[in-house]
């Protein structure tokens, strides 16, 4: 982060507290033209810092080791992305294994879950979570994240699963683990 602009930095600032931006998102965050946006996104892109997502940017997920929890590769629509205590970021392959990581674990300092319904990273203590649906892609039990709890509660009707808040899920996670 040491050769970033200012701009810069307050353009990784809003992504890193949203997940993403789109690109009229940050020029007017910022206060600045859409081509200055441009430039700036594609010199954020330029560090890996960023990816490229339709209409805008998201953190960058990096290159895969596998899940922190379990050690499988996860699937884009439920991707949980961990940024430990020292600075390096590591992904969970879904929430199921996000939450487990974020109980099991002492060197994570904050996580972005991935909204089942539009794939945007959120803030994973403000996300909703349906357990044991009977949509399943990866682990077991299910576990889908939410922005929004309607969301979660209209999902949750159509294909079963209890609806919870973040210290809710991850608590049941962590008794079903340890059973």
Known sequence: ?????????????LVTRKGDATVE??????????????REIQALMETGLVSK???????A??????CIQCGQEGNSR???LIE???GSRATACCPHCGLMALTRRDDISAAMATDFFNGRL???????????????????????SFLLRDHAERFSRGFGGDV????????????LMSL
């Not at 200012?6 to 600032?13: D, F, G, N």
């Not at 997920?61 to 596998?66: E, H, L, Q, Y």
């Open 61 to 66: 997920v990096g290159p895969s080791t596998g």
């Open 25 to 38: 998102e940050i020029r007017q965050a910022i206060g600045i033209s859409q081509a200055t946006a441009y």
């Open 164 to 175: 919870m808040d973040f210290a809710s899920a991850q608590k049941k996670v962590g008794r």
């Open 53 to 59: 997502i339709p209409g805008g940017i998201s953190l």
């Open 122 to 144: 959120l803030n994973a203590s403000q996300a909703w979570y349906v357990l044991g649906s009977e949509i399943s892609l990866c682990c077991s039990p299910s576990v889908l």
């Open 78 to 80: 439920v991707t949980f």
């Open 1 to 13: 982060m040491k050769n970033l602009s200012p701009r810069q930095r307050e353009i990784l600032k």
């Open 84 to 86: 430990k205590k020292d």
